[in-house]
């Protein structure tokens, strides 16, 4: 559990950092929270010559919410998403998210940014922000751009990101509505065995708007437009949820691993989904 | 005056902090402050760091080993392969099972994480970087995983150095995968009570490969000083005189010249019972270098390549007549030990205790038989957290009466009742040879029902089944009950030896002028407490506080030779030791005092912490006093000082027992569960301290929930580890523990001088088949018979789906 020899580099703001990644190229990687990075470099499965510190950058940090928009700096670690009380009006599902990584030890150093730009799979909040709609600012040599999480994940660590480029922060409106973080893991710690994110709006006791993504059942995260709509105009009743689900299974390619083997996944994640679903209209 | 009042004898006892108070951990202060002293915070000028090079494969041919690059990086000064070793005849080292192994790969690897070279650096780093630049060419060749395969004919031969050996230490081999089979028992009394029995039920009980996982994985320091010729070690040992008699054995250093010291040890279980190549390997280099050698593991491979546990496939048989009163048990076990068979038994014993298996029933007839397996596995099976082989005879039975119950249609709870060992049969002779020393089953178990309420809990049930029934509910309720028999305290030394060393333990005691004293004792403590308990057994016995005690083990300069701490051994063993060697510290001392007080030494009786003259209370002399006597006054014929010593052999084992309950909830559509109560009742002997007895079955109870629900050492077809971290090795933390109610009755062992058991294990034999009676009983009204460990969400989920509760 000994990582190969690396040079260690921590800018104080964006623009040096930036220079770092272009400087080394593919020997470069920034660092986060480390709680991806540096246990695959420990296994000696990533090989990092030269690790970027975002750690100093303090523009990276903090949470704004400017009326109905929420913006949040990918340096903020998850204790600090549990923490803002802003963020727990403005965007509840976070914070029932974020209790259920791992532990406090690691969220009080992992980070927002990191979770979701490194593309792992097993990550919550990659679904999360496809759930929300949120969009992530990337900062390269030429500028920054937008790209939208529901655009942003390719396969299993491959994302819309450039090597040369930096996640710096991710912004969406205010959800409203209800809303419930379903999460089905073997232990504290564990990746999710499925999980779901759900925020439903509803007008007149009908579904009127509706998200659905869920984690780690596929080599990206799955956000399902047509779950969303299979309840919208309904009440959310029995049939609908199962309409719902049933899109949602259509969608999900999950793989055997030591969690279990693809049928108990497909039926866990048809229930953690129903379960989530009733949870989020019972507090619509 | 207040003050001037003599304190009474409640105060005197009080104060002693003897057996029975509930006195706090005298260690916790150094631990609880991060100033423990681990073998890794171990530095010694000019020390070199040890790196293994081990094997990706299974089972393979080394073609060639290639050390160059590595020999070519800065910092690297050696780089040891079994060549090296060859010529000092230690490329092979023997197990304590009477096999050998090899220290470095000799001409192939049989196991993935196998040793294959060692790297030797100026710092940890280099060690690392170097390991991963030795180039090794490997054949691969064919893997055998499973046991039942290894045993058929055309099966790949993996131990070719005993080719065409039929037969090894424990008798004839079969087939060439083949180790043993050791039987106990009557075979045909056992078969004819079976096939004349009135109902009979079978069953293959699985109980699946895991690992101790001690948070502190091995390691050692090993300083040779070529100027004196003493050789140092520093080790994760639970048993250091062992290693120092086996290395010198080895290495032909003089037992003299080598010190073994097993510093703070966090955690063993079993998991540091055995030796290890990195041992062997840091003593052969610093014997090389002259300079100290550090060798630390890490986890993942604390996980592939120490010791495992269990990996017992025991297919039972079990007769009763039709009222239920059992008459003959049987059992077969197909052992896998992996590539090397290195058990950690009593050597006479290569399947343990196992014969333990009737439990605490009185079965007239019985027969086990093990055939031990070589595989390409780990090798290991040791006793993690029990006494050898006692947790899968204790799973075993508690499985077989389960299923028996079913058989019968007969409640689990009072087919136990009707076949425990009464309270008047004890000494009670066992079918399988064990003459089991006290215990009084029935008050134990009536007091845990009653505890639980099972009459209620058994309506609740069959009112949650119907209401599951009708679709009101989606979650079963399981009733997992458990009485175990262990057998611990190894051992008599007529039929127990490690390695011709008899089971014996020891403990000398100094009582320092002022009153005060240390002990020293053959055992090694790695989390049990004993610098606390120890102190009280001696307190209450020399009538010194134990605040006044020092206890020391692990150093094998200054304690006596002792076999170490695993098997629940050190209170049943090295307890009695202390035990015995205050009384002779008594004895002296009462002579003294009858010189002092002028009386003849019947004329005095001992009194908490004092000598008096017998009718005259008012004339006495304390433990105190006495001791400052011992070492300033000219005594005739006593010699100065006050010491003693005691070595002691056990005449027998101990037997503790113990009832427990587990209530579970189980979600049929996740395959999660929820343990709503665990109630423990344990028979431990005395109590010395009852917190460290709560503690220790807290602790064992989360093992036992771990193992049962979801900690295994799982291998893919080609031998692959598929859990080789804590992500998918299950460790529990506060989050998955449940609340445990403890209880206890109190039955002292007859033959144990202060009449105590030992403790630290029983919450590990009886945990495992408690929470995994407490699944299988959850789907009883559904069919369910057996069912292999670990329960984890998705095999629960799979017994529900194959139940066809998924609709």
């Given at each position: 559990?000994?990582?190969?020899?690396?040079?260690?580099?921590?800018?104080?703001?964006?623009?040096?950092?930036?220079?770092?990644?272009k400087?080394?190229?593919?020997?470069?990687?920034?660092?986060?929270?480390?709680?991806?990075?540096?246990?695959?470099?420990?296994l000696?499965?990533?090989?990092?010559?030269?690790?970027?510190?975002?750690?100093?950058?303090?523009?990276?940090?903090?949470?704004?919410?400017?009326?109905?928009?929420?913006?949040i700096?990918?340096?903020?670690?998850?204790?600090?998403?549990?923490?803002h009380?802003?963020l727990?009006?403005?965007a509840?599902?976070?914070?029932?998210?974020?209790?259920?990584?791992?532990?406090?030890?690691?969220?009080?150093?992992?980070?927002?940014?990191?979770?979701?730009?490194?593309?792992?799979?097993?990550?919550?909040?990659?679904?999360?922000?496809?759930?929300?709609?949120?969009?992530?600012?990337?900062?390269?040599?030429?500028?920054?751009r937008?790209?939208?999480?529901?655009?942003?994940?390719?396969?299993?660590?491959?994302?819309?990101?450039?090597?040369?480029?930096?996640?710096?922060?991710?912004?969406?409106?205010?959800?409203?509505g209800?809303?419930?973080?379903?999460?089905?893991?073997?232990?504290?710690?564990?990746?999710a065995?499925?999980?779901?994110?759900?925020?439903?709006?509803?007008?007149?006791?009908?579904?009127?708007?509706?998200?659905?993504?869920?984690?780690?059942?596929?080599?990206?995260?799955?956000w399902?437009?047509?779950?969303?709509?299979?309840?919208?105009?309904t009440?959310?009743?029995?049939?609908?949820?199962?309409?719902?689900?049933?899109?949602m299974?259509?969608?999900?390619e999950?793989t055997?691993?030591?969690?279990?083997?693809?049928?108990?996944?497909?039926?866990?994640?048809g229930?953690?989904?129903?379960?989530a679903?009733?949870?989020?209209?019972s507090?619509? | 005056?207040?003050?001037?009042?003599?304190?009474?004898?409640?105060?005197?006892?009080?104060?002693?902090?003897?057996?029975?108070?509930?006195?706090?951990?005298?260690?916790?202060?150094?631990?609880?402050?991060?100033?423990?002293?681990?073998?890794?915070?171990?530095?010694?000028?000019?020390?070199?760091?040890?790196?293994?090079?081990?094997?990706?494969?299974?089972h393979?041919?080394?073609?060639?080993?290639?050390?160059s690059?590595?020999?070519?990086?800065?910092?690297?000064?050696?780089?040891?392969?079994?060549?090296?070793?060859?010529?000092?005849?230690?490329?092979w080292?023997?197990?304590?099972?009477?096999?050998?192994?090899?220290?470095?790969?000799?001409g192939?690897?049989?196991?993935?994480?196998?040793?294959?070279?060692?790297?030797?650096?100026?710092?940890?780093?280099?060690?690392?970087d170097a390991?991963?630049?030795?180039?090794?060419?490997?054949?691969?060749?064919?893997?055998?995983?499973?046991?039942?395969?290894?045993?058929?004919?055309?099966?790949?031969?993996?131990?070719?150095?005993?080719h065409?050996?039929?037969?090894?230490?424990?008798?004839?081999?079969?087939?060439?995968?083949?180790?043993?089979?050791?039987?106990?028992?009557?075979?045909?009394?056992?078969?004819?009570?079976?096939?004349?029995?009135?109902?009979?039920?079978?069953?293959?009980?699985?109980?699946?490969?895991?690992?101790?996982?001690?948070?502190?994985?091995?390691?050692?320091?090993?300083?040779?000083?070529?100027?004196?010729?003493?050789?140092?070690?520093y080790?994760?040992?639970?048993?250091?005189?062992?290693?120092?008699?086996?290395?010198?054995?080895?290495?032909?250093?003089?037992?003299?010249?080598?010190?073994?010291?097993?510093?703070?040890?966090?955690?063993?279980?079993?998991?540091?019972?055995?030796?290890?190549?990195?041992?062997?390997?840091?003593?052969?280099?610093?014997?090389?270098?002259?300079r100290?050698v550090?060798?630390?593991?890490?986890?993942?491979?604390?996980?592939?390549?120490?010791?495992?546990?269990?990996?017992?496939?025991?297919?039972?048989?079990?007769?009763?007549?039709?009222?239920?009163?059992?008459?003959?048990l049987?059992?077969?076990?197909?052992?896998?030990?992996?590539?090397?068979?290195?058990?950690?038994d009593?050597?006479?014993?290569?399947?343990?205790?196992?014969?333990?298996?009737?439990?605490?029933?009185?079965?007239?007839?019985?027969?086990?038989?093990?055939?031990?397996?070589?595989?390409?596995?780990?090798p290991?099976?040791?006793?993690?957290?029990?006494?050898?082989?006692v947790?899968?005879?204790?799973?075993?039975?508690?499985?077989?009466?389960?299923?028996?119950?079913i058989e019968?249609?007969?409640?689990?709870?009072?087919?136990?009742?009707?076949?425990?060992i009464?309270?008047?049969?004890?000494p009670?002779?066992?079918?399988?040879?064990?003459?089991?020393?006290?215990?009084?089953?029935?008050?134990?178990?009536?007091?845990?029902?009653?505890?639980?309420?099972?009459e209620?809990?058994?309506?609740?049930?069959?009112?949650?089944?119907?209401?599951?029934?009708?679709?009101?509910?989606?979650?079963?309720?399981?009733?997992?009950?458990?009485?175990?028999?262990?057998?611990?305290?190894?051992?008599?030394?007529?039929?127990?030896?490690?390695?011709?060393?008899?089971?014996?333990?020891s403990?000398?005691?100094?009582?320092?002028p002022?009153?005060?004293?240390?002990?020293?004792?053959?055992?090694?403590?790695?989390?049990?407490?004993?610098?606390?308990?120890?102190?009280?057994?001696?307190?209450?016995?020399?009538?010194?506080?134990?605040?006044?005690?020092?206890?020391?083990?692990?150093?094998?300069?200054?304690?006596?030779?002792g076999?170490?701490?695993?098997?629940?051994?050190?209170?049943?063993?090295?307890?009695?030791?202390?035990?015995?060697?205050?009384?002779?510290?008594?004895?002296?001392?009462?002579?003294?005092?009858?010189?002092?007080?002028?009386?003849?030494d019947?004329?005095?009786?001992?009194?908490?912490?004092?000598?008096?003259?017998?009718?005259?209370?008012?004339?006495?002399?304390?433990?105190?006093?006495?001791?400052?006597?011992?070492?300033?006054?000219?005594?005739?014929?006593?010699?100065?000082?006050?010491?003693?010593?005691?070595?002691?052999?056990?005449?027998?084992?101990?037997?503790?027992?113990?009832?427990?309950?587990?209530?579970?909830?189980?979600?049929?559509?996740?395959?999660?569960?929820?343990?709503?109560?665990f109630?423990?009742?344990?028979?431990?002997?005395?109590?010395?301290?009852?917190?460290?007895?709560?503690?220790?079955?807290h602790?064992?109870?989360?093992?036992?929930?771990?193992?049962?629900?979801?900690?295994?050492?799982?291998?893919?077809?080609?031998?692959?580890?598929?859990?080789?971290?804590?992500?998918?090795?299950?460790?529990?933390?506060?989050?998955?523990?449940?609340?445990?109610?403890?209880?206890?009755?109190?039955?002292?062992?007859?033959?144990?001088?202060?009449?105590?058991?030992?403790?630290?294990?029983?919450?590990?034999?009886?945990?495992?088949?408690?929470?995994?009676?407490?699944?299988?009983?959850?789907?009883?009204?559904?069919?369910?018979?057996?069912?292999?460990?670990?329960?984890?969400?998705?095999?629960?989920?799979?017994?529900?789906h194959?139940?066809?509760?998924?609709?």
């Open positions: 559990m000994i990582p190969a020899s690396f040079e260690y580099h921590r800018p104080t703001n964006l623009e040096a950092a930036l220079a770092t990644l400087e080394f190229g593919d020997d470069a990687r920034v660092l986060a929270g480390g709680h991806s990075l540096i246990p695959m470099m420990k000696r499965m990533a090989a990092v010559e030269h690790l970027v510190d975002l750690q100093a950058i303090a523009d990276l940090k903090g949470i704004a919410i400017d009326g109905g928009t929420v913006r700096g990918a340096m903020t670690t998850q204790h600090e998403l549990i923490a009380q802003g727990a009006q403005a509840p599902i976070i914070r029932e998210a974020a209790l259920q990584i791992a532990d406090p030890q690691v969220r009080y150093m992992g980070t927002v940014g990191g979770n979701v730009a490194n593309g792992d799979p097993g990550n919550d909040m990659p679904g999360l922000m496809q759930c929300l709609d949120a969009t992530y600012t990337l900062a390269g040599p030429d500028g920054t937008e790209v939208k999480a529901r655009a942003f994940y390719e396969a299993a660590y491959m994302t819309a990101r450039e090597d040369d480029e930096i996640l710096t922060a991710i912004g969406f409106e205010a959800t409203g209800g809303w419930a973080y379903e999460k089905q893991k073997r232990k504290i710690g564990d990746y065995t499925a999980a779901a994110a759900v925020i439903l709006q509803k007008d007149g006791g009908v579904c009127s708007g509706a998200s659905i993504a869920m984690t780690n059942l596929a080599d990206t995260p799955v399902a437009a047509e779950a969303g709509e299979a309840l919208v105009g009440a959310c009743e029995p049939d609908a949820v199962g309409r719902a689900v049933e899109a299974l259509a969608r999900i999950p055997e691993d030591n969690r279990g083997p693809v049928e108990f996944k497909r039926h866990v994640a229930v953690i989904l129903r379960r679903i009733e949870r989020a209209w507090r619509a | 005056m207040n003050d001037m009042t003599p304190p009474t004898r409640e105060e005197r006892v009080e104060k002693l902090k003897g057996l029975g108070c509930s006195r706090k951990r005298v260690e916790d202060v150094r631990f609880t402050h991060g100033k423990g002293n681990y073998v890794d915070d171990i530095k010694l000028p000019g020390m070199l760091h040890g790196d293994f090079v081990r094997s990706p494969y299974a393979a041919r080394v073609k060639s080993i290639d050390a690059a590595a020999l070519a990086l800065k910092g690297v000064v050696a780089v040891l392969t079994a060549k090296d070793l060859e010529p000092l005849n230690l490329h080292m023997p197990t304590l099972a009477g096999d050998k192994q090899m220290v470095l790969a000799d192939k690897v049989l196991f993935q994480g196998q040793e294959v070279a060692f790297v030797l650096a100026e710092d940890r780093y280099i060690a690392a390991a991963e630049l030795v180039e090794v060419e490997y054949e691969e060749l064919p893997v055998v995983t499973d046991p039942f395969k290894a045993l058929e004919p055309d099966a790949v031969e993996l131990r070719e150095d005993l065409g050996q039929d037969s090894g230490v424990h008798g004839k081999r079969r087939h060439h995968n083949h180790i043993f089979l050791w039987e106990a028992g009557h075979k045909e009394a056992t078969e004819q009570a079976i096939s004349s029995a009135e109902v009979v039920a079978e069953e293959m009980v699985y109980y699946h490969r895991t690992h101790p996982c001690p948070l502190e994985t091995c390691g050692s320091v090993a300083s040779m000083d070529k100027v004196n010729g003493k050789l140092t070690v080790g994760t040992f639970q048993a250091p005189h062992v290693v120092r008699t086996v290395a010198s054995l080895l290495s032909g250093i003089e037992e003299h010249n080598i010190r073994v010291v097993s510093p703070d040890i966090g955690g063993g279980f079993g998991n540091k019972v055995g030796v290890y190549p990195g041992y062997v390997c840091s003593i052969v280099a610093s014997i090389v270098t002259g100290p550090k060798w630390v593991e890490d986890r993942m491979e604390n996980l592939m390549a120490t010791a495992f546990a269990r990996d017992y496939w025991m297919k039972g048989r079990i007769s009763a007549t039709k009222d239920g009163r059992i008459t003959g049987s059992c077969h076990v197909t052992a896998d030990h992996g590539a090397f068979d290195a058990c950690a009593p050597t006479k014993f290569p399947a343990g205790f196992f014969h333990i298996m009737t439990g605490s029933y009185d079965i007239p007839v019985a027969h086990v038989g093990v055939d031990g397996v070589y595989t390409n596995k780990a290991g099976g040791v006793a993690y957290r029990c006494s050898f082989r947790t899968e005879a204790a799973y075993f039975i508690e499985r077989m009466i389960e299923v028996l119950a019968l249609g007969m409640d689990a709870a009072e087919l136990r009742a009707k076949n425990f009464r309270k008047e049969q004890f009670y002779h066992s079918a399988l040879g064990w003459e089991y020393d006290s215990g009084d089953y029935h008050t134990a178990w009536e007091k845990a029902l009653k505890a639980v309420d099972y209620g809990l058994r309506r609740e049930q069959a009112e949650r089944v119907e209401a599951f029934r009708r679709g009101e509910t989606r979650k079963l309720l399981g009733i997992g009950l458990t009485h175990f028999t262990e057998i611990v305290g190894a051992g008599p030394v007529k039929n127990c030896d490690i390695l011709g060393m008899g089971m014996f333990d403990c000398e005691i100094r009582i320092h002022t009153g005060s004293a240390i002990a020293r004792l053959g055992t090694i403590s790695q989390g049990q407490g004993h610098a606390t308990t120890f102190a009280q057994i001696l307190a209450s016995e020399i009538g010194l506080s134990a605040d006044s005690i020092t206890i020391e083990e692990g150093d094998t300069d200054t304690a006596p030779y076999l170490g701490t695993y098997g629940s051994r050190s209170t049943p063993v090295a307890g009695a030791a202390t035990a015995m060697a205050g009384r002779k510290i008594r004895a002296k001392a009462q002579m003294i005092a009858a010189y002092l007080l002028e009386v003849h019947g004329d005095l009786e001992w009194d908490v912490d004092r000598f008096v003259v017998k009718g005259a209370p008012e004339r006495f002399k304390t433990m105190k006093e006495i001791a400052y006597a011992a070492y300033n006054q000219a005594i005739p014929g006593v010699e100065p000082g006050l010491e003693a010593v005691s070595y002691y052999d056990p005449p027998n084992m101990t037997y503790p027992f113990g009832a427990y309950v587990c209530v579970m909830e189980i979600d049929v559509d996740t395959g999660t569960h929820e343990i709503r109560q109630y423990a009742l344990d028979d431990c002997g005395t109590r010395i301290n009852p917190m460290i007895i709560e503690g220790q079955v602790g064992g109870l989360t093992e036992a929930l771990a193992i049962a629900m979801g900690q295994e050492i799982a291998y893919d077809e080609i031998g692959n580890v598929k859990t080789g971290t804590l992500m998918d090795f299950f460790l529990p933390t506060a989050w998955e523990t449940p609340n445990y109610t403890t209880d206890f009755t109190e039955t002292p062992s007859p033959h144990h001088p202060i009449g105590a058991k030992g403790v630290g294990e029983s919450p590990n034999v009886g945990g495992v088949p408690a929470f995994s009676n407490a699944v299988h009983d959850a789907f009883r009204a559904f069919g369910l018979r057996q069912v292999h460990m670990p329960h984890d969400q998705w095999r629960i989920w799979k017994t529900a194959d139940l066809g509760l998924h609709g």
